[in-house]
């Protein structure tokens, strides 16, 4: 098999299962939705929200994956640089906008200390640190 094809079957399995990440992801959150609705479980939108733009958010980042693969690797032209360096500013700017709606913050900013999940989770920059207490003697 010539190396040019074996890469554009890669990109197209690539591209396959950023397709699917997404499809899942939106399957995952309406089912989740469903469940925490059902159970009356916190806030169902929210957290609707936040997991279906995980879904999408891995679904782009593999779709920008596959297009760099077969751009690059097979037909590396300043036409198709150009397009795919498009196809990639624009994919960015959505997953930084996904990124924005989910955590409610800049991807370079850290979390707020003590900030907790809208959905009662666990806070994001990991559990609070143990407090020491002193007893009354």
Do not use: H, N
Not at 81 to 102: G, K
């Amino acid at each position: 098999m010539e190396f040019g094809t074996v890469i554009t079957t890669v990109g197209e399995v690539i591209d396959v299962l950023g397709v699917a990440a997404i499809v899942v992801g939106v399957l995952y959150a309406l089912a989740d939705a469903a469940i925490r609705r059902v159970r009356r479980m916190g806030p169902v939108y929210a957290r609707f929200r936040r997991v279906l733009g995980r879904g999408i958010l891995v679904g782009l980042e593999l779709l920008v994956a596959a297009d760099i693969i077969r751009t690059v690797a097979v037909t590396p032209t300043i036409e198709s640089v150009s397009v795919l360096a498009l196809i990639v500013v624009i994919r960015t700017f959505l997953s930084w906008s996904l990124e924005v709606e989910i955590s409610g913050r800049w991807p370079w900013q850290k979390a707020r200390a003590g900030a907790v999940e809208a959905d009662g989770g666990e806070d994001r920059a990991g559990p609070p640190p143990a407090t020491a207490t002193a007893s009354r003697v």
